[in-house]
């Protein structure tokens, strides 16, 4: 990006911006929820747009000179709509969580029952967790995957929810690498009487590229961020049938948020039509498969991948069979310059901010057009690093090493001299 002005006026944070350019060019960044959004999105983002304030939906503003939001704003919504089939878009939420408690406001009264995934097998926060408010003022049961084969398990959901009949029924994770069964999840739901919350965060890029069923005709609202495998900036959307537009649209405003993010309204429209290019097809095909090499890269070095396998962007590793621990591991790999994040196994016998896996995400590197041989390369980088656990010159010498090996990849929006 062009930063010359920042540079006169600021060095201070012209440095930290130069510094996190490098880092985000010079390591791998495996980071499952992470991507490198387009130099076209991070300039859409860095826009004028930031200027204005435009409380309210395109036609039906508090403040006027709208004439241009309105626009940008539609070109989202239409875009979101065409890309995934959806009768309506609300492209506002500031994020993804914000996204999901407006489904919550618009849907539920506190104290309505909700069941969704168990943080610890791959949830997230905002479907129900304790901790999170959607714990806390709603009655939150959770689910979780099988004990046996780590899976969702739609017979044992079914059941609990014919025990607990939940009002709403959350599915969707943030460290799940399997195909997840939205049309199995809609019949639960119609049998108990509950709506169906999809949160497609993690896999909207795969949904919009085709290679993941899109949970559009199965549930009443998808909420999703536009970051991670969409590859737009930070931001979320919530997409629902016609009949819920209206309670929707007044849950994220004037219900819960004040003025949209219009330079990020304006970085999302630009990612949805890069989403509905054939390349984007490609691109989410390309994630899948790099995935899948590095989990049969990582099985066949001896690491216990979860599921035994992948059908998305995330492999989630328990590396407790290379002697090591997920907090000590990500933090070994992140000084070897390869960055990801330590998280819980289901059925964790350790606790979760000291945990016993490792997840890993595809969609980054795919974006800089590292394809199965270089996922493979990754793995072997991943297994070299559990054996230079106390060693840091050598974790420095495998930094210079991963250095090399991502110059020749471009990273998207990113110019390093
Ligand atoms: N923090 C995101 C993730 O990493 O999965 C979820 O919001």
């Not at 709403?168 to 939205?182: P, V």
């Not at 009487?193 to 009443?220: E, F, K, T």
């Not at 969409?230 to 007044?250: E, H, N, V, W, Y």
């Not at 933090?331 to 289901?346: A, E, F, Q, Y």
Request: aromatic share 6%.
């Amino acid at each position: 990006m062009c930063l010359e002005n920042i540079r006169k006026s600021d060095v201070e944070v012209y440095d930290l911006i130069k510094a996190e350019e490098r880092r985000q060019y010079d390591k791998i960044r495996l980071i499952a929820s992470e991507n490198y959004a387009s130099a076209a999105v991070m300039e859409a983002t860095g826009s004028v747009f930031t200027n204005k304030y435009s409380e309210g939906y395109a036609g039906k503003r508090y403040y006027e000179g709208q004439q241009l939001v309105d626009q940008v704003e539609t070109l989202a919504i239409e875009r979101a709509k065409a890309l995934f089939g959806a009768e309506h878009a609300n492209v506002q939420p500031y994020s993804g969580s914000p996204a999901n408690l407006a489904v919550y406001f618009a849907l539920l009264k506190p104290g309505d029952k909700v069941m969704g995934l168990a943080l610890p097998h791959g949830g997230h926060l905002t479907h129900g967790w304790n901790v999170s408010i959607t714990g806390a003022y709603y009655q939150a049961v959770q689910y979780g995957v099988s004990e046996t084969t780590h899976l969702l398990d739609y017979d044992a959901i079914r059941e609990q929810a014919r025990r607990e009949r939940p009002r709403m029924i959350i599915a969707g994770a943030t460290a799940y690498s399997r195909i997840i069964d939205f049309a199995a999840f809609a019949d639960i739901a119609r049998e108990v009487d509950a709506m169906l919350l999809v949160d497609m965060a993690h896999i909207a890029g795969l949904v919009a590229g085709g290679v993941h069923p899109s949970p559009i005709p199965h549930a009443h609202v998808v909420s999703t961020t536009t970051h991670k495998t969409l590859r737009g900036p930070r931001g979320g959307m919530l997409l629902c049938r016609a009949d819920l537009a209206d309670a929707i649209d007044k849950a994220v405003f004037p219900g819960l948020q004040g003025g949209p993010h219009n330079h990020t309204t304006a970085g999302i429209a630009v990612a949805l039509k890069e989403a509905a290019q054939p390349e984007f097809k490609a691109y989410a095909t390309q994630i899948v498969k790099n995935a899948q090499a590095l989990a049969d890269e990582l099985m066949a070095r001896g690491f216990r991948v979860i599921t035994g396998g992948t059908d998305n962007h995330l492999v989630l590793v328990d590396v407790t069979s290379k002697g090591t621990r997920g907090k000590k591991l990500a933090k070994v790999l992140d000084r070897c310059g390869i960055v990801c994040n330590m998280n819980t196994v289901p059925f964790d016998p350790r606790k979760p901010f000291d945990p016993s896996g490792i997840r890993l995400g595809s969609a980054a590197v795919t974006s800089r057009g590292m394809k199965e041989a270089q996922a493979r390369q990754i793995a072997a980088f991943i297994d070299r690093a559990t054996t230079l656990i106390d060693d840091l010159d050598a974790q420095a010498r495998l930094q210079e090493e991963v250095k090399e090996f991502c110059k020749p990849f471009p990273a998207p929006g990113i110019v390093v001299e």
